[in-house]
């Protein structure tokens, strides 16, 4: 018997995982690769909502717990994945300006908004209006992170590929067993895969469609994160993953041309020199219409449980929704409204 079966191998079952084993526990991880926002999302953290100026929910506690885990997965497998960085708001015009620093008085803001002008002039970037930044920023790697952390759970055979069949999942009072695994629990952290799941099939999970690029230029000298109506990031070597796009019609990982446009209008309004495309990419966030993560037990089953919804905040979010839900399976811990699935009221809730 292991203590946890995790299914799902992204940001949140990554997440779940390091907890488990933090405290001792045994798991075993099932993954097919299926869904793809994890290893393609451009991985930013960033503690304030720069289309409207406002704070993320539970910022500074997330950042704090993120750093934190990051530091001990990397301290394991003795890679970088976290790479802090400058995020630099490009200004449209004084109005804006004006609004950042008025946002920058603010109680909740003032820790990561400078009230400092970047006046730095960047190749290949016209900033007549200059820059603001925000503090405490950066990326994780998350595709080095997924590879990385298969080859580890691999390493100590704790990984299975493959498609997970949930009518072979046998629960009982006291474990859950499926194809020869006993477990006191299973935890389901499928991102918008959850729709295949009986069990939590309810969830308003809405995936979100995002497309991104990686693109090349010799002129464009860059060496923060740009973020305005899309970001830039510097990846070395003259390459920079751009993105996103947001759809919620389309629920398909495939690029597409409407993408493409897109992607391209909003990258012309920020740079003024040439690129080109060499990689276009897509996948499906698992979002949520109250932008707060899902968390919590069956109803039916006190050992079936779920990890979701973490949106486009995937890398903040993930270590410290895994806490909370470890600490309600593990001592009981009440997980908060916000994040409880029990604030979802379907009409085939069980």
Not at 54 to 69: G, N, P
Not at 314 to 319: D, E, S
């Amino acid at each position: 018997m292991v203590d946890y079966i995790i299914v799902g191998c992204g940001l949140a079952g990554i997440s779940f995982a390091e907890q488990a084993l933090n405290n001792n526990n045994t798991i075993v991880v099932f993954d097919n690769d299926s869904q793809k926002s994890s290893r393609i999302a451009g991985g930013l953290y960033n503690p304030v909502i720069l289309k409207r100026f406002s704070e993320v929910w539970k910022a500074e506690e997330q950042l704090i717990e993120m750093k934190r885990f990051y530091k001990k997965v990397e301290d394991k497998m003795a890679i970088q994945f976290d790479f802090p960085k400058p995020i630099l708001r490009k200004f449209f015009s004084i109005e804006e300006q004006n609004n950042w620093f008025a946002a920058s008085d603010k109680r909740g803001l003032a820790p990561f908004l400078s009230p400092t002008l970047i006046t730095k002039k960047y190749s290949g970037i016209d900033s007549p209006y200059n820059y603001g930044e925000v503090l405490h920023t950066g990326y994780v790697d998350t595709a080095s992170l997924l590879k990385e952390y298969k080859k580890y759970l691999e390493n100590s055979n704790s990984i299975r590929y493959e498609v997970f069949d949930y009518s072979s999942l046998k629960i009982d009072a006291d474990q859950v067993t499926y194809k020869g695994v006993t477990a006191k629990h299973i935890v389901f952290a499928e991102g918008f895969g959850i729709h295949q799941n009986p069990f939590f099939s309810f969830l308003p999970v809405d995936g979100t469609k995002g497309e991104l690029f990686i693109i090349e230029s010799d002129d464009l000298k860059l060496d923060v994160i740009l973020n305005t109506s899309v970001f830039i990031l510097p990846l070395g070597a003259n390459r920079y993953k751009v993105g996103a796009t947001y759809n919620w019609k389309d629920k398909t990982d495939l690029p597409t041309e409407e993408g493409k446009l897109e992607l391209l209008e909003r990258i012309r309004e920020i740079i003024d020199c040439d690129f080109k495309i060499i990689e276009h990419f897509a996948g499906v966030r698992p979002t949520v219409y109250d932008r707060r993560p899902l968390i919590g037990t069956h109803a039916d089953y006190n050992n079936v449980h779920v990890l979701n919804g973490l949106g486009t905040r995937g890398v903040m979010l993930g270590p410290s929704m895994a806490r909370e839900l470890f600490g309600k399976i593990e001592n009981g811990k009440i997980i908060e409204r916000d994040i409880n699935i029990q604030r979802v009221k379907p009409k085939n809730y069980r």
